[in-house]
């Protein structure tokens, strides 16, 4: 299972982009990841996250999302999500072995 990232918003969560959450991600924008590029816009943002936290909290909806992204701030859940998309896509840094 692919490592989650810790996010404080109404309380601590964890985005977990797994699989099935970037399938949600593709259902609910109708397009592939692949076409998203280096750039997500504030659609794409909050699809990822609301995709990401469903493995803690199913009942969770878009709507929720976004007030959830406004009292964090964009910026910072931006940068959180960004962590997820690395790790989902395997662009972790490695620790240096020396």
């Known amino acids: 299972m692919k490592p989650s990232v810790l996010i404080?918003?109404?309380?601590?969560?964890?985005?977990r982009l797994n699989t099935n959450a970037l399938v949600k991600v593709e259902e609910?924008?109708?397009?592939?990841i692949s076409d998203f590029g280096a750039s997500f816009g504030i659609k794409e943002i909050r699809a990822m996250l609301w995709a990401g936290l469903l493995h803690e909290d199913k009942s969770?909806?878009?709507d929720t999302t976004?007030?959830?992204i406004d009292e964090a701030g964009f910026e910072y859940v931006a940068e959180k999500v960004g962590e997820a998309i690395n790790i989902a896509m395997g662009k972790t840094e490695q620790p240096d072995p020396n």
């Open 8 to 15: 404080a918003l109404d309380k601590p969560r964890n985005i």
């Open 28 to 32: 609910v924008l109708d397009r592939p």
């Open 60 to 62: 969770l909806s878009l």
């Open 66 to 68: 976004g007030d959830l």
